[in-house]
């Protein structure tokens, strides 16, 4: 098994006033090379922003772009003619294709907005941009791993054009959990999200990760009420 540390006090930062970003990959100004990917899991940013701002209209291609909201509420609007809101417990995806635009702005007028975006590599280019959004019940991720995101479009999750499966898992103190990569060329990236955890023997805070590859699957100790992010996708 091999592994690779992401602490989250490692991360790059920005504060535009607007938006306080921390990066877990090399973005926009910041640059780290030795943290520009884990396979071809390319960006992991971990934002704030402001009551009313966000990111105005603006171009993407060929990139599967996943949205999950931690805290408050999301107001999208793209090309496609989508627009509504997402909120904590809901997730969004949307791939980029051959082209969209799109804008992402905090829906409320007095609470900050704390989200994951996360980009993905895709699997085929320059396909037709597909945009869509799914609410879980948080209720059904104690105790196990609640599969949100995958490229089987009958799993009853949302579709990704990309060999990767994305899993949120909300566990207790003292429980000990096992993952298995969904295929043997894939990876998982973990990240303790909220609590504490023990990954081969190093111990994992707030928004620590690990990546880990090269293994069937990996064991990971709980040692605090803990909320776990895994996004298990392809090394090259």
Do not use: C
């Not at 995806?93 to 007028?109: C, L, Q, R």
């Not at 990236?189 to 504490?196: A, L, S, W």
């Amino acid at each position: 098994m091999k592994t690779i540390m992401y602490d989250a006090k490692e991360r790059g930062t920005a504060n535009y006033g607007w938006l306080k970003a921390n990066y877990s990959f090399s973005f926009a100004n910041h640059y780290d090379p030795q943290r520009t990917n884990f396979g071809l899991l390319r960006v992991l940013n971990d934002d704030v922003i402001a009551p009313g701002m966000g990111f105005g209209m603006h171009p993407h291609d060929n990139m599967e772009i996943v949205t999950i909201p931690l805290k408050g509420v999301v107001k999208h609007r793209d090309s496609m003619g989508n627009e509504g809101t997402i909120t904590a417990g809901e997730i969004q995806i949307m791939s980029a294709g051959k082209g969209i635009t799109h804008s992402e702005f905090n829906g409320s007028a007095t609470d900050e907005l704390n989200l994951f975006q996360i980009w993905v590599f895709p699997k085929e280019r320059n396909i037709t941009p597909h945009y869509a959004q799914r609410a879980y019940p948080v209720s059904e991720r104690n105790g196990k791993f609640q599969l949100v995101v995958s490229p089987d479009k009958e799993e009853g999750t949302l579709w990704i054009n990309q060999d990767a499966w994305f899993s949120i898992g909300h566990f207790t103190a003292g429980e000990t959990v096992s993952y298995s990569n969904r295929l043997k060329t894939n990876g998982s990236y973990i990240m303790v999200v909220e609590g504490e955890a023990e990954v081969d023997g190093k111990i994992l805070g707030k928004r620590d990760a690990i990546g880990v590859w090269d293994t069937d699957s990996v064991e990971i100790k709980i040692t605090k009420e803990t909320e776990l992010l895994v996004l298990d996708v392809p090394m090259n």
